[in-house]
């Protein structure tokens, strides 16, 4: 779910990146001399479990559906009025950006340190995996997240944070990720706006505390939703998203998606540019 979207480029000076209350320098090659650490987010009361979702990741959005939450892409609309517009209607918005991995056609390609530039993403032309260890990296993040806030979003939803679960060219451990995971949640909070978990299942009992929502894709299918329901435990939202056959998946998902709280959607597309269906309990 990567699209494009062309606006000024943010500068970018940071040489050093708050963590946990403190400022962590770079090492010598870059990456963060502390990649550990306690969980800087207190526990969030999150989004409610009940929470209706539209999810309009690739323009055009569809505005008029009657929903809690929209989740629409940052750089496509952080200055094209839509958001103004859903808010004038009663609806909150959650912002998408990648936040593991440079995606060529976004305006702040050009501030992503070299350095962290890793192999290219199977099957998305022009994006590459970073490395998640790296000061600059996050100098980056933290301009998205200023990005957003001054577009007006209410929250975020950043995408590929299992960058240490894939093939990314960098030798990343599961505390690198965390690390990293735990840093978008604190940054986004502190800026007043909430933030969801995407896919990194594994990772979920770490991570729950510190994200108000989960965005999954395919839990049915690779068998993991019992860690997903984590997020529903806490009282929390989990957007599960299954693609393949609709009416199949209308069968043998929806029944046991209700039945567990989420909020599913089913998409015959691997993407996610509003031509779907919703289960509905």
């Known amino acids: 779910?990567?699209?494009?979207?062309?606006?000024?480029?943010?500068?970018?000076?940071?040489?050093?990146?708050?963590?946990?209350?403190?400022?962590?320098?770079?090492?010598?090659?870059?990456?963060?001399?502390?990649?550990?650490?306690?969980?800087?987010?207190?526990?969030?009361?999150?989004?409610?479990?009940?929470?209706?979702?539209?999810?309009?990741?690739?323009?055009?959005?569809?505005?008029?559906?009657?929903?809690?939450?929209?989740?629409?892409?940052?750089?496509?609309?952080?200055?094209?009025?839509?958001?103004?517009?859903?808010h004038a209607n009663g609806r909150k918005v959650v912002c998408y950006f990648s936040a593991g991995s440079a995606e060529n056609w976004r305006p702040d390609y050009a501030s992503f340190p070299r350095a962290a530039l890793g192999k290219a993403m199977d099957g998305w032309a022009g994006e590459k995996w970073v490395d998640v260890r790296s000061a600059g990296l996050r100098a980056v993040m933290a301009a998205r997240l200023d990005t957003a806030k001054a577009a007006g979003c209410d929250g975020v939803d950043p995408d590929n944070v299992d960058g240490y679960s894939n093939d990314t060219g960098f030798p990343l451990r599961a505390k690198d990720q965390l690390s990293f995971n735990r840093f978008l949640a604190k940054e986004a909070h502190a800026r007043g706006m909430i933030v969801g978990l995407k896919n990194d299942v594994d990772q979920i009992a770490d991570l729950v505390a510190s994200f108000d929502f989960a965005v999954n894709e395919q839990c049915f299918q690779f068998g993991e939703c019992d860690k997903v329901e984590a997020f529903v435990a806490a009282g929390k939202s989990v957007i599960n998203i299954e693609y393949g056959n609709v009416s199949t998946h209308q069968r043998s998902v929806c029944p046991k998606a209700n039945a567990k709280a989420f909020f599913s959607i089913l998409s015959a597309a691997n993407r996610m540019n509003g031509t779907y269906t919703r289960c509905r309990s």
């Open 1 to 86: 779910m990567r699209f494009a979207g062309i606006f000024p480029l943010l500068a970018l000076s940071t040489v050093a990146v708050a963590c946990s209350g403190r400022v962590v320098e770079p090492s010598s090659d870059g990456t963060l001399a502390d990649s550990t650490g306690a969980d800087p987010s207190a526990t969030t009361p999150g989004v409610p479990a009940s929470t209706t979702w539209r999810l309009d990741i690739e323009n055009p959005v569809n505005e008029d559906e009657d929903v809690d939450w929209y989740d629409v892409d940052l750089w496509d609309n952080v200055d094209s009025g839509l958001i103004g517009r859903l």
